[in-house]
């Protein structure tokens, strides 16, 4: 009994015994288990290494001088934690703008995708009608498409409708392009709630609209939060659109994060002015660490929604 | 049903498939229309049948890109598979059976959340902080740590390796979601299964190639679609990371890159759209052909 209490995790099940002397009289599979979990753990190491190095060069490379970047030692620690970097990359290279740039974006985009996604998917799910397959197969025939076919003609519509370089034009896209996925996996989503509840509200006076949103999207919340950091996580990471659409002359001030981060990586080469380029990506990683810590679960399941289905 | 059916659907559907049909489907059809002209952005469009086709056939450019997709299609899902597979094994079921479970090694959730994190990061993002992790030079982290910066190697300046380091900043991303991926997977294997194995002293190389594999092979399959759509863009990573975007000398090209320079550096939206058409038809085959394989019933949820 105190081998299980000190081997075993304390909020373990209390009833523990049983696995303890099953462990106890096989020695041979203990040296196996010694050499495999050495070399599995050397490997995992290793890949956490080179996972997280990357990140903590850059945030140290943020706090060093020129010189010092350029000594060839890129884990020695800086001379000083000064913020000036930070300031000049939150105030001169524009990083503080195209950061609320982003969130302004995403955040209308993916509240739009939601909307509607969720509209069209509990229509085609739940109601028959003429046309209901055709639309239905429309959206998600949408997901064979790269969207690098449709740049071309995209640019030219875009520009015979006064959108290019707004913020109306590029959330219209966001939306646009994350209707196929949103549709295709709410629809399923939908599917699969009951009929009764629906049936008992339509008894009891409901309209299809308040059925709608009171009865069916707060019963299908779990897919909905999935599909909406899916989407979150997809709209904050766009380059390939924004930098499609938002460009020419003065497009710079409306630049979302991603396109602005790949801008000052290019100007930092010209101005040698490295530090604030670090110090650029380490305001664009923390974000991303600190709300992945929180919701760490939640993203995990959302991001990997799409290929399970 | 209630009164008010038609208006609600209509009501419904209205703002959803007008914003797709505007910029989506009408993009996708004008994209065929625009591969049979000559358009250059300006006055009207002129039908020119197959020339696009044809000058795209003898475009060393577009060889070039249709290389390197190849290459990527085959590297990139096989290391990133096989390194996510042993990583998941590892995860799930290298520590060995305990009070009847497997379990994964010691740490395996921290390791889960560190691997999983450069998914969440932008391509955009991961190209900025390689370019530097590949600087020819003492700031890069790699040369750095190398040799100080002496003597360095020319990642994405000598034409042997562009391409390698470009796909390895692919890979580095992607471990971590099919070793998520796949821990799912292998978290719905019974545990009867692993039991039965293990009484007839089945070793855990042994469980990895003969239990966990079979078993996840329909996972397997999926993961190789995505990674292989993957393969046909990495436009964030050659636009930012690599010499002229697509050198040196076209090493790095892909069709992404020739379409927006069409677009963008030289206004020839006709012969841009034909080339968004072949990589239609390209990804198109690719996805058709794994997915004959994976055909597998719908997954309840």
Known sequence: ?309 | MRHGKYPFIIGFLAVPVALYGTFVVAAYVQTFQLSFTSFRGFGAATYVGLDNFVRLWDDSQFWQALRNHAVLLIFLPLITIAIALVFAFLLNVGGGAKGGMQRGVWGSKFYRVVFFFPQLLALALVAVIFGRVYSPDGSGLINGLLNGGDDPILFLADQRWALWSILAVLIWQAVGFYVVLFSAGMGSVPQEIYEAAALDGATRVTLFFRVTIPLLWNTVQVAWVYLGIAAFDAFALVNIMTVDRGGPDGATMVLGMLIYRNIFDYSQYGYASAIGVVLFFLTLTFAALTLRVTRRDTVEM
């Open chain 1, 1 to 309: 009994m105190t081998d299980v209490a000190s081997t075993d995790t304390p909020a373990g099940p209390p009833v523990a015994p049983a696995p303890a002397a099953k462990r106890g009289g096989r020695p041979d599979v203990k040296r196996e288990v010694g050499a495999f979990t050495g070399a599995a753990h050397l490997a995992l190491v290793l890949w956490a290494v080179a996972t997280v190095g990357p990140l903590i060069w850059v945030v140290l490379a943020s706090f060093k001088t020129n010189t010092e970047i350029f000594l060839g030692q890129p884990f020695a620690l800086p001379g000083s934690f000064a913020l000036d970097s930070y300031a000049t990359a939150w105030n001169e290279a524009n990083v503080g703008r195209y950061f609320l740039n982003s969130v302004f974006v995403v955040l209308v985009s993916t509240a739009g995708t939601m909307l509607f996604g969720a509209m069209a998917a509990y229509v085609l799910a739940r109601y028959k009608f003429w046309g209901n397959r055709f639309i239905y197969y429309l959206f998600v025939s949408g997901l064979a498409f790269p969207t690098f076919m449709a740049l071309p003609p995209l640019f030219l519509i875009l520009r015979s409708m006064n959108l290019l370089n707004t913020f109306t034009g590029l959330i219209l896209v966001y939306i646009a392009y994350s209707l196929p996925f949103t549709v295709f996996f709410l629809a399923a989503f939908f599917k699969t709630l009951p009929r009764e509840i629906e049936e008992a509200a339509t008894v009891d006076g409901a309209s299809h609209t308040r059925t709608f949103f009171q009865i069916m999207v707060p019963m299908a919340r779990s897919g909905l939060v999935s599909i909406t950091i899916f989407n979150i996580v997809g709209q904050w990471n766009q380059y390939l659109l924004p930098v499609a659409i938002m460009q020419g002359a003065g497009a710079d001030s409306k630049w979302v994060l991603t396109q602005g981060i790949a801008a000052i990586s290019v100007s930092a080469g010209y101005q040698a002015n490295w530090a604030a380029l670090f110090a650029a990506l380490t305001m664009s990683i923390i974000p991303m660490i600190v709300v992945y810590a929180f919701f760490q679960r939640q993203i995990q399941a959302g991001l990997t929604a799409g290929a399970v289905k």
